[in-house]
């Protein structure tokens, strides 16, 4: 990484005729002039004048009674941090902290008894100097994370052997949990948490899998660990709408929800009920809806009777302008029906038709044909099928009219397939619904006009009630400048 | 449906039995069931009609009753709930039974959703100002506790926004369980419950005794202001400026100088970043000798972070701080120990930091005085000039009054000019229209003289920019500069120049004349507009470009206030009569708006003469209305708003745009609207060249 910021003077030179004439660029286009950024941690500042690093002798080139102590050395070694947005600053005691790393990685992984206890402070220590450190405010502010590229950390090739270094640590055979706990406790996790915000997607990788080692190693943690990922999905939802790391993060539960003892924890529930569906809000949901989905398919595996109030949710928040969205959600509903219990089908399936009902009259074909395509699926049709009385009367109005007038020509073809599967699956219904179908719009009519009649009735009712009130002159004041903004 | 919860039974069943005035609950609920939630928000909006029908008795013993029962629905609907019930107090019978509307807020005040929870509390508040104190204590209180005790963090969340309402009217023993019930949210498990602890820490400060601030709010701050979470610590920095403005010099130096102090230097940059956005008012809150031993020298290390963010906050308030410091002395904290970092910041390697700076660099020179500015601002004035950031620029060039006040203007035209023209021709179309709009504040700074010989060839190159936002606004700018310049300028200057380009052979050009002459018309009056300008118009109207013709009908009738009878009568009248039997329909009916709007001027004009003349003019108006208009759309009003306002102009046509969907896509763009630029030029080439055949 040697480059820091990219260079003005190119980016402006870059400025074509077309701009000129046009004045939009396409955004991909701008985007392709810059280079790729990486960033220093917001920790680094001050720091003062470093250390220089001297090589240490090599640890195979050690007696073993020698080993034990220089290991330790160079783990404190290790603690000290060098400014990599600098990039020609301490070139000589970066390379020796490289090279260190490197041998530690190797140490950890190819020899037995070498993780004593007495190391595991300065193993612990040394991790946490490198790797805990404030993230630095995103230099891309209305980042978007399915088009930008990504701001990379810069001290990346000192925190990627660390990383190494950490989980070869973790999955050594020597390594004991009862130990470690001491030093890798609350607080520490906490601070790994933080860390997957992290818009380096290098990291997020690795810290997944840290996580992931942690939680399966520390009992003792899980509930903590599950608790503050929690918090910073509701942060997420409802407060920030970014953190870089939500996916890995679901990635992480999909495995954890995969071994929840049955029957589920009230604590479980109320995590899928309170926190993963209304997720599904999130402004960026198509970075992480595959793991989402999964581990609400997950929960659902693990427990059918969820499946109604699981879909109830997901139709509360049904994406109203969003098409992209929307065939998500979609997938996403095609994804749990091809895991329902019949039983459990038939208490959502009033609700959930109407909405598919109305994602199949949806203008935007996309939304029209992501639904049309449950048609094709056989155990949804086999689902309508044994249910074709209460579904057919929800789908066939809308059915009947895109036939007729939908713009898009594949989505009017796919309408006449899935009418004709409907059809054969009850003839005599869908006739009955053919032919009452002008009765049912008309009487549609009716009831709108009645309800805008009522409506001024009751304009009529209130105007007489407060001149009532005015002539008794109770209270006046307070109701008119309660009403006055009607 | 969702909103459909427990329907038949309650209250909906009164409806039923034929009482009119028992259905107003059935409409209510019978919406409330529809499956369209646009027609159950409207009910909902419409609580208050229901109410007022039902009166306060069965507003209070049914209407409320369900819907705390029925509070299950979309969140768009429980926001408009929230927000109604709020206004309900009157609703219900007054202030003595103002604690009927708390058990249905209570329920919304622990959805999930923010906004509606928000909106809860807030309409809670309003509510208990309207409770009495014996009411207060015995129905208020008890919610905030309930709340304040919730098992999600919802409801503990909304509890914090309600002590500082309900504390100050409740007796001492209550006070100490409302002080107890905030002390524990304040350690919160949950880091949203101690967040929003966090933020309302210095309001519920405000309302305590002196002594409880002192010995249960400080030792709160100390440890907000340390929490693990920043978002925590950063919300303590904003209750530090009202726990401030609380206390004596002394306490506040020992109470809450060292949290602040660590929070300048925390580790996390947001926290830094919040205490630079606060500055200013910490600044107050504290006092000046405070702020000159401990502030100070924090803001040294602010404008010298290793974020951006944080410096770029802390460039902002450079020019406030300064005003706020004791005039005595000010001068030499200034040039001592704030000027040395300004200089750092003016070439530092971030263009939010530098630009951030320009916008109130300029304010210091009066502060510092004359000599000051000309011997240490004035050289960093010159350098942002040259920044290669255009912002910075424009930010400096915007603040010229300041200086101008100071040392005059002239010290920096040499650097300026340069500067100006670099923005003028500046690729990104958004910079040349920032420019443009700070041609008129230099033109009245830098005097007719200089502006003659050194920008007004830029004024006029942007009549001919290829973005029309820029013309348009460059039209504006010379309207702008006549004002400022005289009539007699404009005849000099400008009007030959706009008049040439009714030759010119790019058809958009001539328009821009057209355009000129709409907003130069009335601020040269109406010898000029009469003698110069309107043989031009006039004689466009013969263009073969359809848009040039119908734009002079429009320019006839937008000057045709500021023309004479005879004028009107003699020369535009006829044109516009022609231009009524265009072939073009678009340029029919803009002849036919100018005629009647011409025809009302001369009745107005000499309405006893002219009288016979009115009628015809008035039929055959209507009858060339050949196309739809919008249903009850009165044309006369229409057009006398458009003659009243010319900014209407626009919202009429997209109108007209509207009710003709059936027309194709180069019609519709062929009106004139002014957004979207690329795309109106390339509508206006589709109709030239339809109009060309």
């Known amino acids: 990484m040697s480059s820091s910021s990219p260079p003005v003077g190119a980016a402006s030179a870059a400025i074509s005729a077309s701009e000129k004439v046009d004045g939009f660029t396409r955004k991909s286009v701008r985007k392709a002039q810059r280079q790729k950024r990486s960033q220093g941690s917001s920790q680094f500042r001050s720091q003062g004048s470093q250390a220089e690093l001297h090589p240490l002798p090599q640890l195979k080139d050690a007696t073993s009674n020698e080993q034990q102590e220089l290991f330790c050395q160079k783990l404190q070694q290790c603690c000290i941090l060098f400014d990599f947005m600098d990039s020609v600053s301490d070139l000589k005691s970066k390379e020796i902290k490289r090279a260190t790393l490197n041998e530690l990685v190797e140490y950890v992984s190819t020899n037995r008894g070498v993780i004593v206890e007495s190391a595991y402070s300065d193993i612990v220590k040394m991790i946490s100097a490198n ?226 009902s109305k994602c199949v009259s949806s203008s935007h074909f996309q939304v029209a044909e992501r639904a049309l395509y449950f048609w094709n699926n056989e155990y949804i049709l086999s689902l309508i099928e044994e249910n074709i009385d209460k579904i057919l009367p929800i789908m066939f109005g809308s059915l009947y009219k895109i036939s007729k007038e939908h713009w898009n020509p594949t989505i009017v073809a796919l309408v006449y397939n899935v009418l004709k599967t409907l059809m054969e699956m009850n003839g005599k219904l869908f006739d009955d619904l053919t032919s009452s179908y002008k009765a049912e719009r008309q009487r549609e009519k009716k009831k709108e006009l009645e309800r805008e009649e009522l409506w001024k009735k009751l304009e009529e009712l209130k105007l007489k009630k407060a001149l009532e009130k005015q002539n008794s002159a109770y209270n006046m004041h307070s109701i008119l400048s309660n009403t006055s903004d009607e | 449906m969702a909103g459909a919860a427990g329907p038949g039974t309650g209250p909906g069943a009164a409806g039923g039995d034929g009482d009119d005035s028992l259905y107003p609950i059935a409409v209510l609920i019978d919406e409330l069931r529809n499956e369209d939630v646009q027609l159950r ?55 003595d039974f103002a604690h009927c509307l708390l058990p249905p807020l209570e329920s919304l005040a622990t959805v999930e959703e923010t906004v509606v929870r928000d909106k809860a509390v807030e309409s809670l508040r309003q509510i208990s100002q309207e409770h009495t104190p014996v009411a207060l204590e015995a129905h208020f209180v008890p919610l905030v506790k309930r709340l304040a005790s919730g098992d999600w963090f919802t409801s503990r969340t909304s509890a914090c926004g309600l002590f500082s309402v309900c504390y100050p009217r409740a007796s001492n023993a209550v006070k100490a369980e409302i002080r107890q019930h905030f002390r524990s949210l304040c350690s919160d498990d949950t880091p949203m419950v101690r967040r929003a602890a966090a933020s309302k820490l210095g309001e519920f400060a405000k309302v305590l005794e002196l002594d409880s601030v002192k010995s249960e709010i400080v030792p709160l701050f100390t440890n907000l202001a340390s929490d693990e979470q920043d978002s925590v610590r950063l919300l303590a920095v904003e209750a530090c400026v009202s726990i401030a403005q609380l206390l004596s010099q002394e306490d506040l130096e020992a109470l809450v100088m060292p949290t602040l102090r660590q929070a300048a230097e925390d580790k996390s940059w947001r926290v ?221 200057t400008i009007v030959p120049k706009v ?131 919008g249903p009850g759309e009165d044309t006369g009003k229409a057009h006398r708003e458009r003659a009243a306002r010319a900014v209407s102009e626009e919202a009429v046509e997209a109108a007209r745009l509207q009710t003709r969907p059936s027309k194709g896509p180069a019609h519709q763009l062929h009106g004139n609207t002014r957004d979207t630029l690329a795309q109106l030029e390339i509508a206006e080439l589709v109709h030239f060249s339809q109009s060309g055949d």
Not at chain 1, 142 to 170: C, G, K, M, N
Not at chain 1, 193 to 214: M, Q, Y
Request: with cysteine; hydrophobic share 45%.
């Open chain 1, 131 to 356: 790797i805990f450190r404030t993230l630095p405010p995103s230099d891309n502010p209305d980042f978007d994370p399915e088009e930008d590229e990504p701001t990379l950390e810069a001290s990346w090739p000192h925190i990627q052997l660390v990383y190494e270094f950490f989980l070869r640590f973790l999955e050594s055979p020597d390594f004991q949990p009862s130990i470690a706990k001491r030093y890798i406790d609350q607080k520490f996790v906490q601070q790994l948490l933080e860390l997957f915000d992290s818009e380096d997607p290098r990291e997020r990788d690795f810290l997944k899998t840290v996580l992931h080692r942690i939680y399966g190693k520390f009992l003792g943690l899980r509930a903590f660990i599950r608790k503050q990922i929690n918090n910073i999905f509701l942060r997420f939802i409802y407060e920030t709408e970014h953190f870089n790391g939500v996916a890995e993060l679901l990635e992480i539960l999909g495995s954890i929800i995969n071994g929840f003892a049955l029957p589920l924890k009230a604590e479980h529930k109320q995590f899928l009920m309170k926190v993963l569906i209304p997720m599904h809000t999130a402004k960026g949901l198509a970075l992480f809806h595959a793991q989402l989905a999964y581990c609400v398919v997950q929960f659902l595996e693990k427990d059918t009777t969820l499946t109604e109030p699981v879909i109830r949710g997901l139709l509360k928040f049904w994406p109203k302008t969003c098409s992209q969205k929307e065939v998500m959600f979609l997938g996403e509903i095609e994804e749990i029906l091809d895991v329902i219990e019949p039983t459990q089908f038939k208490k959502i399936e009033e609700p959930l038709f109407k909405q598919i």
């Open chain 2, 272 to 492: 830094r970043y919040m205490v630079a956005d606060k500055f200013s008012e910490l600044q107050k809150a504290v006092g000046p000798k405070i702020t000159l031993n401990d502030l100070i020298p924090a803001f040294q290390n602010l404008l010298k972070d290793c974020e951006a963010e944080v410096r770029a906050a802390a460039a902002h308030k450079v020019k406030e701080l300064c005003e706020n410091l004791p005039a005595e002395g000010r001068e030499t904290i200034i040039m001592n120990q704030i000027l040395p970092f300004i200089k750092e910041l003016v070439s530092d390697t971030n263009q939010h930091v530098k630009s951030a700076l320009a916008s109130v660099i300029m304010g210091l020179s009066t502060i510092l005085g004359k000599e000051n500015t000309i011997e240490h601002l004035l050289p960093l004035f010159l350098a942002q000039l040259k920044d290669e950031c255009p912002e910075v620029r424009l930010n400096i060039i915007s603040n010229l009054d300041c200086v101008n006040e100071v040392i005059g203007i002239r010290q920096l035209s040499q650097s300026l000019l340069p500067a100006i023209v670099e923005l003028a021709e500046d690729a990104k179309w958004r910079v040349r229209l920032a420019i443009i709009e700070y041609m008129p504040l230099l033109a009245g700074q830098l005097g007719m003289e200089f502006f003659d010989e050194k920008l007004n060839s830029l004024c006029m190159a942007w009549l001919v920019d290829h973005v029309y936002a820029i013309r348009e606004a460059a039209t504006n700018n010379l309207m702008k500069l006549v004002q400022k310049f005289g009539t007699e300028w404009a005849q000099n």
């Open chain 2, 41 to 95: 928000l409207n009910s909902i909006k419409k609580l208050s009609t229901i109410a007022l029908a039902l009166g306060v008795e069965r507003t209070r013993t049914e209407l409320l009753p369900f819907l705390t029962d029925t509070i299950y629905d979309e969140d768009e609907v429980l926001l408009a709930l929230a927000e109604q019930l709020g206004n309900f107090t009157g609703l219900v019978g007054g202030p």
């Open chain 2, 499 to 629: 008049l040439v380009m009714a030759n010119d052979p790019n058809y958009l050009h001539r328009m821009t004349t057209l355009f000129c002459i709409n907003v130069l018309s009335e601020a040269c009056g109406q010898e000029i507009t009469t003698k110069q300008m309107l043989p031009i118009v006039l004689k466009m109207a013969g263009d073969q470009v359809a848009n040039v013709r119908f734009n002079v009908a429009k320019s006839l009738q937008k000057i045709g206030p500021i023309l004479d009878t005879d004028a009107l009568q003699e020369e535009v009248k006829p044109v516009l009569q022609k231009l009524g039997q265009d072939e073009d329909m678009d340029v029919k009916y803009f002849a036919q708006e100018a005629i009647s709007a011409v025809a009302q001027r001369l009745r107005k004009l000499d309405c006893s003469a002219k009288a016979s003349e009115e009628p015809s003019a008035r039929g055959a108006d209507k009858n060339h209305f050949l196309r739809p208009r």
